[in-house]
T-cell receptor
């Protein structure tokens, strides 16, 4: 079993829908990261969380440390949100452990 | 991404040849990482560095070596490329930020070994 599990693996939505991507982890962590990767593109850091909730534009990330769970929400989704979203955790030190990613497709 | 560049962006090489990928940063970050990304596996750590001449192995280090002679450069070398090393390689830099670590990733190098 991977230390970081994401669900769903693939997600297709219609423009305007509210989207949720989930991440569960099995180790104690110091921080959790949400990353975005567009097709053929590089990887961009969206959020770093150690507790609570963060919001940036239409993106919201939450974390529940006790339940070892985080969610990434996208409000009013748009086709340009189509990308792979990756959850990663840092346990101790500076190394990251990654989930396999969620492929999101938003259709117009 | 700004502050970190990878070269080359694409490379095709033959089995058995040596290959070196370069990661260059202008952020003066202490930590540098090399990952490979393959379908079904996500990102996996090859090697990382926590300072000049200080490096350590990651989870998939066999067949790879690294060097960091300057803060700004982290080189990944495939001594004798194999088809199983066909992958997309990402470099990342990291620095302590408020008790945790913030990361910036490069744009990736697509390597094909034929």
């Amino acid at each position: 079993k991977n230390e970081v599990e994401q669900s769903p693996q693939n997600l297709t939505a219609q423009e305007g829908e509210f989207i949720t991507i989930n991440c569960s982890y099995s180790v104690g962590i110091s921080a959790l990261h949400w990353l975005q990767q567009h097709p053929g593109g590089g990887i961009v850091s969206l959020f770093m969380l150690s507790s609570g909730k963060k919001k940036h534009g239409r993106l919201i990330a939450t974390i529940n440390i006790q339940e070892k769970h985080s969610s990434l929400h996208i409000t009013a989704s748009h086709p340009r949100d189509s990308a792979v979203y990756i959850c990663a955790v840092s346990a101790s030190g500076s190394r990251l452990t990654f989930g396999e990613g969620t492929q999101l497709t938003v259709n117009p | 991404d700004a502050g970190i560049t990878q070269s080359p962006r694409h490379k095709v090489t033959e089995t058995g040849t040596p290959v070196t990928l370069r990661c260059h940063q202008t952020e003066n970050h202490r930590y540098m990482y090399w990952y490979r990304q393959d379908p079904g596996h996500g990102l996996r750590l090859i090697h990382y560095s926590y300072g000049v001449k200080d490096t350590d192995k990651g989870e998939v280090s066999d067949g790879y070596s690294v060097s960091r002679s300057k803060t700004e450069d982290f080189l990944l070398t495939l001594e004798s490329a194999t088809s199983s090393q066909t992958s997309v390689y990402f470099c990342a830099i990291g620095e302590a930020a408020g008790g945790n670590y913030g990361y910036t990733f490069g744009s990736g190098t697509r390597l094909t070994v034929v």
